[in-house]
């Protein structure tokens, strides 16, 4: 047997060419939204993103992610935002939006040299 | 930006430890092979509830029923994470679980063996999700930014589920003739398989040069099985248990326990789909997924009406 394109028999690495089996699957072309969750690990903290789901509704989504992203009680607030609603940064537009700030290190504590008597400001 | 220059940068990345993020510019062979080994992988955590499932009913006691359920709750979760991670590359939810359902995409064939007894959840617990845990410990340092995080998630949960298995056999390990001789028989038959999950020797591996300068995998298949053999080798001393290998042996010099031969001939044939439950595991799947159908639409002309 040709074994030359197989790399790894773990997740992940058995060609797809390997395959077989039926192929006539039925494409609904619709999956159910994709929703982004962020969860409030504990009262005083922000909500902080964890990943995403699918879900029909808002109401579904926050129910789902209950289920997927907080089983050992790390969470004690959900939200959820339908992912086509998020507006992101370019990764292109890196330099442009973050380098300006790259040589004001005055906004830094540790720019400005103090005596030791009053280093601790 | 050149294409040359985009490869640089990406290079430049790679190499420092920058993990990649999905709207990064990458590679497409880079973009397909994440693709390929996240799905696989999401499928090997769905695919690998049902030999578990079918224990859940007929778990001894009313504690190792509520246990095990949440271990397979665990797996689901994380399937989920994971094709959440894999959507990110661009490709749909419903073409991932189509490629599973067609037989085009695979899932890690120790799942394609069946769960004979109740000792067999305990084998799976510590050699399956114990095998799992050193090959994803590995993927928390993957390339891929969501992947990665998607591990860190999963290896905090992965924990209890070896303890778990460990444990079944413990109790096992200490009952009457009959519980023992199932402890045995059970690591007897889950050893081989676990080693196998590991993939072929890295002599034969000739394409995971590029996984490995990508750092989408960052130890080789002959690493990562070495280190388990290590670990399970004195782990089964607790248990009292043997493992089937006659050629097991501590070898002082290399600083590491000497092991059998594999047999390859079963290994392949288990890729290719002629293992003992390949059929009945897809198709229980595809059946899941069909009678969802009329839930998955219901749920969206509910969610339509109400816009
Ligand atoms: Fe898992
Ligand atoms: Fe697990």
Redesign the pocket.
């Known amino acids: 047997m040709n074994t030359q394109f197989i790399k790894k028999n773990y997740y992940g690495d058995i060609p797809d060419e390997k395959g077989g089996g039926i192929t006539n699957v039925k494409i609904s072309g619709q999956d159910w939204p994709l929703w982004e969750v962020f969860i409030r690990s504990k009262q005083g903290l922000d909500h902080k993103h964890v990943g995403s789901l699918h879900a029909s509704d808002a109401k579904m989504a926050i129910e789902n992610a209950r289920d997927v992203y907080t089983r050992r009680m790390e969470g004690v607030s959900i939200w959820v935002v339908e992912s086509i609603n998020i507006h992101a940064s370019a990764p292109e537009e890196v330099g442009e939006l973050f380098e300006p700030a790259e040589d004001k290190i005055y906004r830094h504590p540790t720019f400005y040299n103090l005596p030791e008597e009053v280093n601790k400001m | 930006m050149t294409l040359q220059g985009l490869e640089k940068n990406f290079g430049e990345k790679i190499d420092n430890e920058v993990k990649i993020e999905p709207k990064d510019w990458m590679p497409d062979a880079y973009r397909k092979t994440n693709i390929r080994q996240i799905s696989q992988h999401a499928h090997s955590?769905i695919v690998?509830m049902l030999p578990e499932g079918n224990w859940i009913s007929r778990a001894p006691t009313l504690k190792r029923k509520a246990i095990l359920l949440a271990?397979v709750q665990?797996?689901a979760g994380?399937g989920l994470y994971l094709y959440s991670a894999c959507e990110t590359l661009g490709i749909t939810r419903e073409e991932t679980i189509n490629d599973l359902h067609s037989g085009k995409a695979k899932y890690s064939s120790i799942f394609n063996y069946p769960t004979l007894t109740w000792a067999d959840i305990g084998a799976i617990?510590w050699l399956?999700?114990g095998a799992?845990?050193i090959n994803q410990v590995m993927l928390t340092r993957t390339s891929y930014g969501p992947y990665a995080r998607a591990m860190v998630r999963?290896c905090k949960?992965?924990s209890f589920?070896?303890r778990q298995g460990f444990e079944i056999l413990l109790v096992l390990s200490k009952g009457s003739k009959e519980q023992k001789e199932m402890c045995q028989d059970a690591i007897n038959r889950w050893w081989w398989p676990s080693l196998m999950m590991f993939g072929p020797k890295d002599a034969e591996s000739t394409n995971s040069d590029q996984s490995m300068k990508w750092k989408i995998k960052r130890k080789s298949n002959d690493e990562l099985r070495q280190n388990f053999v290590d670990m399970i080798a004195e782990q089964i001393k607790t248990l009292g248990m043997k493992l089937p290998d006659d050629n097991l042996k501590w070898n002082e010099e290399r600083n590491h326990y000497d092991f059998g031969e594999i047999n390859w001939e079963e290994f392949w044939n288990v890729v290719k789909g002629n293992g003992p439950c390949n059929k009945q595991r897809l198709d229980a799947r595809r059946k899941a997924w069909e009678e969802g159908e009329w839930v998955r639409e219901a749920a969206a002309a509910y969610a339509e009406k109400r816009k």
Request: glycine share 12%; net charge negative.
């Open positions: 955590e690998g271990k665990d797996e994380h617990g399956v999700d799992a845990i999963i949960e992965e589920h070896q």
